[in-house]
């Protein structure tokens, strides 16, 4: 049993662009990873590429994945081999869509491809001015007429806003140079009608012998439209994280804010869309009647979490946004059919207060915690309990005017420290009151707990700074050599973590050093003293004893920190590892007992052994040594072993383990003293048909002989 172990990973599944759904697992890219994740929030597939992902594709049951370096693969979910296919090299694709066996493909560089889906062979390939953003096969039957084509049109849309129609051998039949004043985020057909959308909120209606008709619904809108997408015979735009719905004649129906990050792409598929956001987040929606309604979001990519908080049912997790993010533990819990529950996606609900910037800090406790954010926002949220799991709301907030690096809450008091070295109280009440401000120090408030009625802060200098309950400076305990990162609380003690390399645990006036390797980034003290380094190894100590009782690196790459360690529930810790979750389990409890019990079954065994020496029962005491490893004490049982004593309850131990066995007999056959035993337990084991090597035979037989010879020559 490992003393520290990881049990669960909540891992970023997405930062690139495009997903998709195959058989309802949801296909995302993450850096140079494809990731498959089913409906119950498991990667069930994760596969690495040589090189980081741009964008991926649908292509029926299969993913087409485009990469930084040109390359584009297909990849088949079905064969299960996780075998990549090349279908182009040199393409950055940015757009595709499929009409039967045929797929039209538009590119980075400008490129629009007509091929088969098979990769036969290309129908045409034409170069625009611009950055391909979209592509799509057009069908309406008046146009086919009018060109005399049996054919679908291809309807291309650039970054310069042009919108172009070409028929299936390559023709221009249409285009409309710079219609929109910036990038093309839908093109396709809405009943008879072929409609363009940009980010300049023009809607365009396309017609082949007639004027365009343009409809600008910036009226509506935040600012620039960030995705369009047609459901059925509804055109769904975005702007930041309002939804508007058009009907078929391209009257609004339905307005929605999500209160998600702005959005960056909306795809369908089947009755389920699925909507991207800046922030990588990933929106499951359905539409009912006209309005999307949000079935679940998955966090694509945290970036860096900066705080977690637990909650009775729940994680808050703030990180590099305005946004804090919420996972149910029902969730990180949940198993799958094999009793697993170790590599998961982070599905959540998404709040955001009156904070501009970043979440830094948090506290809280029982239904209510705070937040505070890089531009000084203190914020207060609620759980509101719910019938299948709670939610959260944002209540009310205040400013400080200073970015809030660490919170803790005592009794009816919220004390926070700032980026510039002040801590500040704020009475709880129907608002927060400001009852007390303290220059604690020069730099960086990095932590602060109560501990025996006094206020205990850290900052990036090397003292511990005392305040009262009413603001007045106390006291400053020194001990470190470097500015602190951390500090936690538990029964009376303190733990600090330092750029010197050390945590100290501090008991009243003494302070013991826990030696680490480099900087002690983070600390949490429970009845176990948690550390975690900057090279993002965490490491459980005994805060008796002062000995490091187990270690494990949880994060992946070099620049990822730990920036949070909570309890989560009893010997288990939930960790941040750069933008991943870690549930980490502490067994050093249980090996200890083991230990102990070992230890006392060992001292047993060897008294044991020495009654059996005692009173001449010298196979017996041989026996026990045997099992306790006491070579020493083996062999001066074994030397007292006579002819006429039966081996046999000796050979039923040492024959257990033939590998153990050969590895002792090599040792004892060098023994003159032993010699004659050993040929007598090795004659035995024959007898018993052990399996031993022909090398291992060999050279048990020229050591034998060796010891024979020194045996002869002594007698």
Request: hydrophobic content about 40%; some cysteine.
């Amino acid at each position: 049993m490992q003393s520290v172990s990881e049990e669960i990973k909540i891992r970023p599944i997405f930062n690139t662009q495009g997903v998709c759904v195959i058989n309802s697992v949801l296909y995302t890219g993450y850096e140079c990873t494809l990731f498959g994740t089913n409906s119950q929030n498991e990667i069930v597939e994760q596969l690495e590429l040589e090189s980081e992902i741009v964008k991926i594709f649908p292509v029926y049951d299969k993913v087409l994945i485009s990469t930084i370096t040109g390359k584009v693969y297909v990849y088949n979910p079905a064969e299960r081999n996780n075998k990549l296919q090349c279908v182009f090299t040199n393409s950055v694709i940015k757009s595709i869509d499929l009409d039967g066996e045929a797929i039209v493909l538009g590119t980075a560089d400008g490129s629009v491809i007509l091929s088969d889906v098979q990769g036969y062979g290309e129908t045409f390939n034409k170069k625009m001015d611009g950055m391909i953003t979209l592509v799509k096969f057009i069908s309406l039957s008046s146009i086919k007429r009018r060109y005399n084509s049996k054919n679908k049109l291809v309807a291309v849309g650039d970054a310069m806003g042009t919108v172009t129609l070409f028929n299936t051998t390559g023709e221009v039949v249409y285009r409309e140079k710079n219609c929109h004043s910036g990038q093309i985020m839908f093109i396709g057909e809405l009943g008879n009608k072929i409609l363009s959308c940009g980010m300049d909120a023009l809607l365009i209606e396309h017609s082949l012998e007639s004027e365009m008709t343009i409809r600008n619904i910036s009226e509506n809108i935040d600012e620039t439209i960030g995705a369009c997408s047609l459901v059925g015979d509804r055109l769904f735009m975005c702007s930041k994280d309002l939804v508007i719905t058009l009907s078929a004649d391209l009257k609004i129906v339905a307005k929605k804010r999500l209160n998600i990050p702005d959005i960056n792409g909306f795809d369908v598929f089947g009755e389920c869309c699925v909507i991207t956001t800046d922030e990588h987040d990933i929106v499951l929606a359905s539409v009912v009647q006209d309005t999307l309604v949000v079935d679940k979001v998955l966090i694509g990519d945290n970036d860096e979490i900066t705080d977690l908080l637990v909650m009775e049912n729940m994680v808050v997790v703030g990180t590099n946004s305005r946004y804090i993010r919420t996972i149910c533990k029902s969730d990180i819990e949940r198993q799958n059919e094999n009793g697993l529950i170790r590599n998961k996606a982070f599905s959540g609900e998404l709040v955001k207060s009156n904070n501009e910037e970043c979440v830094l800090s948090m506290c809280g406790s029982n239904k209510v915690f705070y937040t505070g954010s890089k531009d000084g926002i203190i914020s207060k949220f609620e759980v509101v309990t719910g019938n299948i799991r709670d939610s959260v709301r944002a209540v009310k907030s205040v400013s400080a005017e200073a970015p809030i690096t660490a919170m803790c809450l005592y009794q009816d008091l919220l004390i926070t420290g700032t980026e510039y070295g002040i801590i500040n109280g704020w009475k709880i009440g129907d608002t927060l009151e400001l009852v007390f401000t303290a220059s604690a120090s020069s730099s960086e408030i990095t932590g602060i707990v109560v501990n025996n009625k006094k206020i205990h802060c850290t900052s990036k200098t090397k003292e511990i700074i005392v305040v009262n309950l009413n603001g007045g400076m106390d006291s400053s305990i020194s001990g470190h050599k470097k500015g602190m990162w951390s500090i936690s609380e538990h029964c009376q003690m303190l733990l600090t973590g330092s750029s010197d390399k050390t945590a100290r645990l501090w008991k009243g006036d003494i302070n013991s050093t826990l030696q680490h390797n480099t900087s002690v980034v983070k600390t949490l003290l429970t009845e176990r003293a948690i550390t975690a380094t900057s090279d993002g190894v965490l490491r459980v100590w005994n805060t008796t004893t002062y000995k490091e009782l187990g270690a494990i690196r949880i994060t992946e790459i070099k620049d990822e920190r730990i920036w949070a360690i909570k309890r989560y529930a009893g010997t288990e810790y939930i960790v941040s590892a750069g933008p991943s979750i870690v549930i980490i389990k502490d067994s050093s409890w249980e090996v200890e007992k083991m230990k102990e019990q070992m230890q006392k079954e060992e001292y047993i065994a060897k008294q044991h052994a020495i009654i059996f020496m005692k009173k001449g029962e010298y196979v017996s005491a041989a026996v026990e040594y045997y099992k306790l490893n006491l070579e020493r004490d083996l062999k001066d049982a074994l030397k007292r072993i006579t002819g006429e004593m039966d081996i046999s309850p000796l050979m039923s131990v040492v024959l257990l383990d033939s590998y153990k066995f050969v590895k002792r007999v090599s040792k004892w056959a060098r023994s003159p003293y032993l010699f004659t035993i050993t040929q007598r337990i090795l004659q035995t084991a024959i007898e018993n048909r052990i399996e031993i090597s022909a090398k291992e035979a060999d050279d048990l037989s020229k050591t034998l002989l060796r010891t024979a010879e020194l045996f002869n020559a002594a007698y």
